[in-house]
């Protein structure tokens, strides 16, 4: 009889996962998934030293984020820039260089707008390893690495957000979204910190990311599971 019971409630978990799954719902889920289409945007700083003023911000292709995937894997580093200039190196870019600016980096997927508004997203990965958590440049400014989702304003004015910092393990944020079809979805990863040079990037440590199994993914898990235990049932008759 126990092993009936242990049965039927576990049957009956994998068909709430399935019926969930399957049943249009205020809410969904997204991942870390290397095919999607990434954004790179990067808003940059004064050091704080100097104030800590913005300078500007433009669209950047993802690589040059020091944002790069290698299979399902995602990795990210400090950023950096190839420009010797003055104005972005310490006496001037080079091995070695000293950053001269605070270098804001967002690696994000947009989807079309409306796919996830008025519903709640969630946003969740695996993180393998952060050895970028903790460093300092030499000039005195550590990088942060977070996780996001961000609900913008049709003009982009402002935004709700969901944030979490990436440790070791899994992470799985949630936001919300306001039902406005004209509202800017993102969700993504953000990376505050030093510029460094670009042969410089591998002492500072990273910051490596996987995907976890979709909901969906699970359901079909649960049904095999679900087949192995009707099998047994049958052939136990």
């Known amino acids: 009889m126990k092993a009936i019971l ?3 409630t576990l049957t009956s978990l994998v068909i709430g996962a399935v019926l969930a799954a399957s049943t249009p719902a ?39 984020l020091t944002a790069t995937f290698s299979g399902s894997t995602l990795t990210l580093g400090p950023n950096t820039i190839g420009d010797p200039s003055s104005y972005w190196y310490t006496p001037a870019g080079g091995p070695g260089a000293v950053g001269n600016k605070v270098m804001d980096a967002s ?10 508004t008025g519903q709640t997203l969630n946003f969740t ?3 393998l390893a952060n050895t970028l958590a903790g460093q300092t440049a030499p000039n005195g400014v550590s990088w942060t690495t977070v ?8 003009d982009y004015s402002s935004f709700n957000a969901s ?8 992470f799985n944020i949630s936001l919300a979204t306001v039902s406005d079809p004209a509202r800017h979805v993102q969700y993504g990863f953000e990376t505050i910190g030093s510029n460094v040079w670009i042969t410089d990037v591998g002492q500072f440590g990273n910051v490596q990311i996987i995907p976890v199994p979709e909901p969906s993914s699970l359901a079909l898990v649960g049904l095999g599971i679900l087949g192995v235990f009707g099998s047994r049932r049958q052939r136990s008759r």
């Open 125 to 127: 990965g695996d993180v």
């Open 107 to 116: 690696m994000y997927v947009q989807p079309a707008d409306g796919t996830y």
């Open 6 to 8: 242990k049965i039927t």
């Open 26 to 64: 205020y809410s969904a889920t997204v991942t870390v998934d290397p095919s999607a289409s990434w954004i790179g945007y990067m808003n940059v700083f004064a050091l704080p030293s100097a104030g800590g003023g913005y300078m500007f911000g433009s669209g950047w292709g993802t690589a040059d």
């Open 163 to 170: 944030t979490a910092p990436l440790v070791n393990g899994l």
């Open 147 to 154: 996780a996001f989702i961000k609900d913008f304003a049709p």
